[in-house]
């Protein structure tokens, strides 16, 4: 990397830490650069327009424009690094000044944090067991009941199939978001229990996420714009008086629209796995139907 070397790395699973030296010279040229290029139209007291002295305005303006450039080459330097050890990181790295070197100072030590995606290993798809409850009347709601423990069989399946470390801080938003869910729909505080189970709820949708992302990513699995923009038209549908309002919303609001198209890319990878599972149909009575779907 140029004017720039890696002093220590520290690996903890997902996340990569790592301290640079960045050579200050190239640094202390760009500042001089800008404070002279300042000089010629700036304004300081006790001196003509464009005539005070560079000494002058490196104690004035130096340490801004010292910080803008260190931060500057320090993202290019986080670039490289980046790119060269072929990483991919889920958020925004953080970059940091150890400590505050003064201008004559030959290195700049830097601490540079990426948290990176885990890396999946899919296992075969082959052996995928599953049980389909009967219906014991056939009504809509049994059948509904019933496919949505098939989903939870084949994410449990999948779940037991695949360990890998997930990112912290996507847990924590998404735990952050269950909590500030419960506390609107249900009210009243959270426990320490309360939040135990929160946090595993999050972990394990954090997990599926990626999981299933994975496995359209290999399988390649995708969605076709068409797709997402005809099922906001099929909401729509559902109130006529507010067709354009719900088309629009979608439009306008990005997080709501990769909501949805969530949603739809896991249908999408929900039917490709399920039928790659042996799937037993199990007869039940209404009794039985009932227990099974709460033990599950």
Known sequence: MNN??????RIDQLTHVYRLALDAGPVNTEVDRQLSDMGRTATVSGFRKGKAPLSVLRNRFGDRIRQSVVDRMAIEVARQIIAEKVL??????EISLIEQSPANTAELEL????????????????GLALQRLAPPTGSTAEQEQAQIHLRRQLFDVLMARHDFPVPGEMVERERTGIEAGYQRDIGGPVDADLRVEFARIAERRIRLAILLTEIGRVHNIHLDRDEVTALIAA????DDTQQAELIDYYLDHPSAMAELQSALFEDRVVAFLLAHCDIEEVQLS???????????
């Open 111 to 126: 601490e540079l944090t990426v948290e990176v995606a885990p890396r999946v290993e899919l296992d075969s798809l082959e």
């Open 88 to 93: 991919q990181p889920i958020r925004r790295p």
């Open 4 to 9: 720039s070397r890696i002093l220590d790395e």
């Open 235 to 238: 909401q729509a549908q559902d």
């Open 286 to 296: 209404a009794d039985g139907f009932s227990s099974a779907l709460d033990t599950a």
